[in-house]
């Protein structure tokens, strides 16, 4: 998976900042931490690799296993996954389990040089020791050396001043470690996995006026409340709204291992976090996942059950999409042109095939960037061992106008209950540019 790329320092404060990071900040690395009071799961090697997502970014579509090579976009410039594999060159095949535990827990390279934070080393700082040997053991023994360099990172300046992230990871890392605040082994699990190798908060957790992020764990009312990834808008996993919330534990462990469920269907950056990492949680992690993010979401108080709540007022829609009058409106006749045939008058789609239009929350973002990226380019749901089938919707944008296009998605964001703000042409003008 791409992660958020955190940006640091200003061209007017480079040299404050200089000069704290060289009398004040420390530059050494994080020792290895004290296990959590705890038992943790015993993780393989490869497990390991798998929670943490490695191949999400380590590996470019095409490319060898964990060479690097991906292209990481941002406002600033483009940003390359490096070579993780034990080539002694090109890898990291001379580094030492000190070496490797610096760069998850401090974003520190071998030779002393500053990792850009599109490596979460802020929340791999909770990896538990037992689970970064294994991670090492994983990378120098079982992962085939490859001897290539990806491209070289050139940002513009100041931003390819390295040591001005130095103070920023001062200021934005949390405590390393993981504290179990719970009694329930299955929530400290849980919290574990989501807050530490997972990384969900990396995405799904707003940012500071620094652009750290705004919480770690879930005693701060930030911690996975919602935020941002390019044009999209990452949904809250908190508040009577959330999936969590919504969702039955059964329904949220499908989602996770499969991409898909009877409500919703996985895209955007998920589509690589699930098929590199959470298709491979075991039963019980994957519980413990889903367990904990009810937890959050109701606030420390889930109920045993959950019916999935669906908004009011669905009839008005349906009647007037099935009597498809020759007046009709834009917006409706534009759905039953492209989009009736598999999501239906009713807008329920087909469980675990079509999407819910109805409650979805792409559809309901406050920034529609999300939908019209889906809308205009098409969208895949990944191919995972329990549900093979990578099922893909076709992109409309060759079809559709910007008039066409914003009078069709205002009205999918209106409809059956769904309440949410009109799509511009202007807004799907620059969707398709920013596309391109």
């Known amino acids: 998976m791409r992660k958020f790329l955190v ?3 200003s061209l007017a404060v ?4 200089a000069v704290a990071a060289i009398i004040w900040v420390p530059a050494g ?5 004290p296990e959590p009071a705890i038992k943790m799961a015993e993780a393989t090697p490869e497990y390991a690799a798998r929670l943490g997502d490695c191949a999400g970014c380590h590996t470019a579509p095409g490319g060898k296993p964990f060479a690097g090579g991906l292209a990481v976009a941002s406002p600033l410039g483009t940003i390359w ?4 594999t034990p080539d002694p060159d090109h890898g990291i095949g001379k580094w030492t389990l000190a070496d490797f535990r610096g760069a998850l827990y401090d974003g520190i390279s071998r030779d002393g040089h500053r990792l850009y934070p599109a490596m979460p080393s802020s929340n791999y700082r909770t990896f538990s020791e037992q689970d970064v040997k294994a991670l090492y053991a994983y990378f120098t023994k079982d992962v085939a050396p490859v001897a290539i360099s990806p491209p070289e990172t050139k940002l513009s300046f100041p931003f390819n ?18 504290v179990p605040s719970f009694d329930d082994p299955v929530l400290n699990r849980g919290a574990y996995l989501v807050e530490g190798p997972g990384h969900c908060g990396a995405c799904h957790t707003p940012r500071t006026a620094t652009l750290a992020q705004a919480a770690y764990t879930a005693t701060d009312a930030a911690f996975l409340s919602g935020g941002s990834l ?5 949904p809250s996993l908190r508040g009577p709204n959330s999936a969590p919330t919504r969702w039955t534990v059964a329904e949220m462990t499908t989602w996770l291992t499969t991409g898909r469920n009877a409500h919703a269907g996985v895209a955007g950056e998920m589509v690589s976090v699930i098929q590199h990492s959470t298709q491979y949680l075991t039963d019980d992690d994957a519980s413990a996942v889903a367990t904990y993010l009810r937890h959050v979401a109701w606030n420390g108080d889930p109920p045993k059950d959950v019916t999935s709540a669906l908004p009011p007022s669905r009839s008005a829609t349906e009647t007037l999409l099935r009597a498809a009058a020759p007046d009709m409106a834009l917006g409706p006749r534009l759905y039953l042109d492209n989009c009736n045939a598999c999501h239906f008058v009713n807008g329920m789609g087909a469980g675990g095939v079509f999407p819910k239009l109805v409650g979805n929350s792409t559809v309901l973002a406050k920034a529609p960037g999300g939908l019209l990226d889906v809308v205009l380019n098409g969208a895949s749901m990944p191919s995972t061992a329990a549900r093979p089938s990578g099922l893909r919707m076709p992109g409309f944008g060759h079809r559709l106008s910007d008039a066409e296009a914003a009078a069709l998605l205002t009205f999918v964001r209106s409809a059956w209950g769904n309440s949410a703000g009109v799509v511009s042409a202007d807004d799907v003008r620059k969707a398709r540019g920013a596309a391109q």
């Open 29 to 33: 690395r994080t020792p290895a931490q």
């Open 230 to 234: 390019g044009a999209w808008t990452v």
């Open 81 to 84: 996954s490096s070579n993780i």
């Open 161 to 178: 001043q390295r040591w001005g992230l130095r103070v920023w990871e001062w200021i934005a890392y949390p405590k390393a470690g993981f």
């Open 7 to 9: 940006v640091i320092g």
């Open 14 to 17: 480079l040299g404050l900042v």
